[in-house]
């Protein structure tokens, strides 16, 4: 017979890992948009006709998720939702893989 395995972690090393989140970047505002591709992904959630967006971080860019909900939200304009998702447990390296 086979054994059973979860599929996932219970996630334990995630509510126990300690972070450092850096109070933000020396960003101007264009370089901040630019290293967040923020017009491309405009443009993408316009083109898609997407209407609930859900933005997730990693822990160590949380900071500047406000900063970069207001700037989407204010270039697609009404009829789409926008949330952050409260549940950070990717850390950079799913970053980078994503990108």
Do not use: W
Request: charged share 30%.
């Amino acid at each position: 017979m086979a054994e059973n395995t979860a599929f996932s972690s219970s996630g334990e090393d995630v509510i126990n890992r300690t972070i450092t989140i850096e109070e933000g970047h020396d960003l101007l505002q264009e370089e901040f948009e630019d290293y967040y591709d923020i017009d491309r992904t405009v443009e993408e959630i316009v083109k898609g006709g997407y209407k609930r967006i859900a933005l997730q971080f990693p822990d160590e860019l949380l900071h500047d998720s406000v900063p970069i909900f207001r700037l989407l939200k204010s270039r697609i304009g009404p009829g789409s939702d926008l949330y952050v998702l409260a549940d950070t447990s990717y850390g950079r390296q799913a970053l980078i893989l994503q990108v």
